[in-house]
């Protein structure tokens, strides 16, 4: 396979890697929103500690959305392994979402119902770049062996394809 065909093939899975994350993570959002306003409008609980619960729930809903749809082709030999470090590096992206609300609540007075949903926002954001690159580095690792056979095929129809040129030339 060419250079450009397997960096071809490496961006295409890396895209739909992505996608798929997206859709988890936008499943996510939604969740941690939801609970998050909830709380907030129907407790008491101040406005970082509904943001820890919101964030934690969040957090298992992804965990069955990751495992089974993004990155359901991955090992899943240790899955002990799997959820430790799932939940280790999940509990940095929730210090991550939650110290940028701490911030602007606590730091700057910005608690409004406004501010307190645009600083959970943006929290949240910062923490998805950190929880992307970890998930996919240290918790669901790819198979080497899969990935071999992946090129390993995609070599072969590239083979084949320029087959018909040769034999007409």
């Excluded at 899969?146 to 018909?164: G, K, M, Y």
Aim: aromatic share 14%; proline share 2%.
């Amino acid at each position: 396979m060419s250079e450009r065909g397997a960096l071809r093939v490496r961006l295409n899975r890396l895209a739909r890697e992505v996608a798929k994350f997206g859709a988890v993570g936008a499943m996510g959002l939604l969740v941690n929103m939801a609970v998050f306003n909830l709380l907030r409008q129907t407790t008491e609980i101040p406005v970082v500690r509904a943001s820890l619960l919101a964030t934690v729930v969040a957090i298992l809903f992804n965990y069955v959305g990751f495992r089974y749809f993004t990155y359901r082709d991955r090992d899943k030999s240790g899955r002990t392994k799997e959820l430790t470090l799932f939940l280790l590096f999940s509990a940095v992206g929730l210090v991550i979402e939650n110290g940028v609300l701490y911030v602007a609540t606590y730091g700057f007075g910005w608690d409004g119902p406004l501010q307190s949903n645009v600083f959970k926002f943006l929290g949240i954001a910062v923490a998805t770049l950190f929880r992307f690159w970890s998930y996919r580095t240290w918790v669901f690792r790819a198979l080497p062996a899969r990935e071999a056979v992946q090129t390993a095929e995609s070599f072969l129809e590239q083979r084949r394809t320029e087959q018909p040129d040769r034999v007409g030339s």
